[in-house]
């Protein structure tokens, strides 16, 4: 994560471009109420985007990594709505990048949401509403950590983030840019802070994909694009292995989405019709803290 320190985040600034885009997209199975991600883009931008003179499908994005973004976004939106209304205390994003789901979503004191992130993301990210007249609202902290020096359970606890409370966990677009010592860690302290009954949800990459077998659908494109970034790919779980990845984390599995799930879910007509096709290298999985 040493590239975050100095620059922020290009995965936190592709992911807020395809939610504005999907914000504009008038196919009812593309949109996304994601009005703030619109607004965080320059104003070139979000201008492109809302009249449609630039496209995220086709050409301008690997085959079906628009049709996951947004897939993963509704999917994640529904999950910390029905977490806020069964009254969690917490949620914790990990990484949040540009995240609007704090300003979306929180709009009383029964559940607090904290977003840790690189200072750098977060202080572009801050000052970027400011500029725009977003307000947030208390419930909402932001927690900078230097990923190179900082403790992050340090940083949680000096934030006011409670132990063994009951708390959603997201960790959307992370995973596969860590190492696997990182990923142990990450849910180490998940499973050090978390009440029983907690919830993590996150996504992660099919092991294949680092090996390049080239095996799902838009699985080159979107490699090659990570690739000639600072930001490459580093983690995965191998194909019907995530049993095993959640037994030893000590967590249930509840729900898992691989590509076709999420185009039935999400892409699929009343006709049966397949709206939207998903690239097939990730996956998001839903599961409970034991």
């Known amino acids: 994560m040493g590239r975050l320190e100095k620059k922020t985040s290009r ?4 992911t ?20 703030i991600a619109a607004q ?101 902290i932001y927690i900078p950590i230097d990923f190179n020096k900082d403790s992050v359970s340090e940083k949680l ?24 010592n990182s990923v142990d860690s990450t849910f180490q302290i998940i499973k050090e802070y978390s009440e029983r009954g907690s919830l993590v949800v996150f996504d992660y990459l099919y092991s294949s994909v680092l090996r390049k077998e080239n095996k799902y659908y838009g699985e080159a494109e979107i490699y090659n694009k990570v690739n000639k970034t600072r930001e490459a790919w580093t983690f995965g779980i191998e194909e019907g292995k995530i049993g095993e990845f959640l037994d030893s984390q000590n967590l249930q599995l509840l729900e898992h989405y691989d590509a076709a799930a999420l185009e039935e879910k999400y892409f ?3 006709n049966g019709e397949r709206i939207g096709r998903v690239n097939g290298t990730h996956n998001i999985v839903l599961a409970e803290i034991r």
């Open 268 to 270: 699929k007509a009343k």
């Open 157 to 180: 606890d000096q934030s006011g983030f409670q132990k063994h409370k009951k708390c959603l966990y997201i960790l959307e677009g992370l995973l596969m840019y860590l190492d696997k």
């Open 11 to 14: 995965t936190a600034g592709y």
């Open 40 to 140: 965080l883009l320059p104003k070139i931008l979000n201008f492109l985007l809302r009249f449609h003179i630039l496209s995220l499908k086709g050409k301008m994005s690997p085959k079906g990594i628009y049709e996951y973004v947004i897939a993963r976004t509704k999917y994640i939106d529904e999950i910390v709505r029905q977490v806020i209304k069964n009254k969690f205390d917490q949620i914790l994003i990990f990484g949040a990048g540009f995240d609007s789901r704090g300003i979306r979503f929180i709009k009383n004191n029964q559940t607090k949401l904290f977003e840790l992130d690189s200072s750098l993301t977060q202080q572009a990210k801050i000052n970027k509403l400011k500029k725009r007249g977003i307000s947030v609202t208390g419930s909402v």
């Open 16 to 35: 807020c471009m395809n939610r504005a885009a999907a914000f504009y997209d008038k196919n009812p199975f593309y949109h996304i109420d994601d009005d």
